[in-house]
Antibody, heavy 119, light 107 residues
């Protein structure tokens, strides 16, 4: 069974950074893309970007290019997303998601990590 | 970016009714659209891939159709567990995008 286990809730001050993790069990992340999606309070889903853990190649949505940095550690089957220069509108739930192979839909999702930005 | 417009924003129905939810793309995207259901305080769940392809474990009352710019998610005889928010997602561009969602609520 494929499972994605995300790290716990984060409280960050404006201007600082946080690093979220997503540990995968039941599937080798070398064989898929890891995607990240956010959801601001009461709002819809927003695709942030994805990483190919096999080679570290990344693609970001334009608005997240200077906000998010995606990395992966294939030895621990874990992906990471660092959010920098936190602002209040970065407050959101952040999901990681994968599919089998390089299919462009999201079959498996983490439970989400709530990031709250507040001084 | 490819923009996906979902309509209506909210749909109020009685259990047992059949419904259609719309997703329109800002340019032709062939059948590169996928549908998700998100219940309150849960992660999204994949319902349909590539516009009309079914997903194992998803009830057969969910179906999808469309190609080009206009897509539809249909629910045949809505059940109480179906009241949630539905999103479409495109993969035609390598920069994926989601629609803004349709909330299905009980009338």
């Amino acid at each position: 069974e494929v499972q994605l286990q995300q790290s716990g809730a984060e409280l960050g001050k404006p201007g600082t950074s946080v690093k979220l993790s997503c540990k995968v069990s039941g599937y080798n992340i070398r064989n898929t893309y890891m995607h990240w999606v956010n959801q601001r309070p009461g709002k819809g889903l927003e695709w942030i970007g994805r990483i190919d853990p096999a080679n570290g190649n990344t693609i970001y949505a334009e608005k997240f290019k200077s906000k998010a940095t995606l990395t992966a550690d294939t030895s621990s089957n874990t992906a990471y997303m660092q959010l920098s220069q936190l602002k209040s509108d970065d407050t959101a739930i952040y999901f990681c998601a994968i599919s089998y192979g390089y299919n462009p839909w999201f079959a498996y999702w983490g439970q989400g990590t709530l990031v709250t930005v507040s001084s | 970016n490819i923009v996906l417009t979902q309509s209506p924003a909210t749909l109020s129905v009685t259990p047992g009714e059949s419904v259609s939810l719309s997703c329109r793309a800002s340019q032709s995207i062939s059948t590169s659209i996928h549908w998700y259901q998100q219940k309150s305080n849960e992660s999204p769940r994949l319902l349909i891939k590539y516009a009309s392809q079914s997903i194992s474990g998803i009830p057969s009352r969910f179906s999808g159709s469309g190609s080009g710019t206009d897509f539809t998610l249909s629910i045949n005889r809505v059940e109480s567990e179906d009241f949630s928010i539905y999103y479409c997602q495109q993969s035609y561009s390598s920069l994926f995008t989601f629609g803004s969602g349709t909330k299905l609520e009980i009338k």
